[in-house]
């Protein structure tokens, strides 16, 4: 059984920061890709940013330059560190983990609940 839980979202003003975390437990081998998603309302979910367990990381194009994933694999925990936040940010966060299971050692994607992020103007 494996839970991903999600923290730090809330409301902040325009140009302000947040940073988001995402903490894995339960059994498992090891965890590959840790990533951040968000969905705004009306919208399709989108990738954020996504980390390998190497390291490499990848953001989308909308918010380059502005936000950070990182993780810690000792702690099972991926963040998203977010600046310069535009109310069209302004969305669901989930954290999404490709955990390899036990006893199976096979690659199963999980999602957190999702933390709400809203940035006014």
């Known amino acids: 059984q494996v839970r991903l839980v999600e923290s730090g979202g809330g409301l902040v003003q325009a140009g302000g920061s947040l940073r988001l975390s995402c903490a894995a437990s339960g059994t498992f081998y090891s965890i590959n890709n840790m990533g951040w998603y968000r969905q705004a309302p009306g919208k399709q979910r989108e990738l954020v940013a996504v980390?390998?367990?190497?390291?490499?990381?990848n953001c989308a194009d909308s918010v380059k330059g502005r936000f950070t994933i990182s993780r810690d694999n000792a702690e099972n925990t991926v963040y998203l560190q977010m600046n310069s936040l535009k109310p069209e940010d302004t969305a669901v966060y989930y954290c999404?983990?490709?955990?390899?299971?036990?006893?199976?050692?096979?690659?199963?994607?999980?999602w957190g609940e999702g933390t709400l992020v809203t940035v006014s103007s």
């Open positions: 980390s390998s367990r190497g390291g490499s990381t």
């Open positions: 999404n983990a490709v955990v390899i299971v036990v006893p199976t050692i096979q690659p199963i994607g999980f």
